[in-house]
């Protein structure tokens, strides 16, 4: 069992930042892919962004990059989502996930979930 637990969400005005963690416990695999989707009312949920877990390799949807930053520390199997510049349109509950991923922006290839976190952005 892997238990993902996240914090950090809230509410924030438009071009402020937020800081999302995500603490995995349980059997914690190192070679598994962790990432970062969002899901607003109505919407799909969508990719934000994934980490290996070592952090070799980053990945982000295009609508992000240059805002948000995917990291980890590895010493307490936490991986966090920094947001900058935050936009209304970033308004969603956020969920980390891990898992042997062969896409890393497909939410159906993740095997644990967290449940959620919402970050409001207010115009």
């Known amino acids: 069992q892997v238990q993902l637990v996240e914090s950090g969400g809230g509410l924030v005005q438009a071009g402020g930042s937020l800081r999302l963690s995500c603490a995995a416990s349980?059997?914690?695999?190192?070679?598994?892919?962790m990432g970062w989707f969002r899901q607003a009312p109505g919407k799909e949920r969508e990719f934000v962004a994934a980490?290996?877990?070592?952090?070799?390799?980053?990945y982000y949807l295009d609508s992000v990059k240059g805002r948000f930053t995917i990291s980890r520390d590895n010493a307490k199997n936490t991986v966090y989502l920094h947001m900058n510049s935050l936009k209304p349109e970033d308004t969603a509950v956020y969920y980390c996930?891990?898992?042997?991923?062969?896409?890393?922006?497909?939410?159906?290839?993740?095997?644990?979930w967290g449940q959620g976190t919402q970050v409001t952005v207010s115009s």
């Open positions: 996930a891990a898992g042997h991923v062969l896409r890393v922006d497909s939410a159906r290839d993740y095997e644990y």
């Open positions: 980490i290996s877990w070592r952090g070799g390799s980053t």
């Open positions: 349980g059997r914690t695999f190192n070679s598994y892919a």
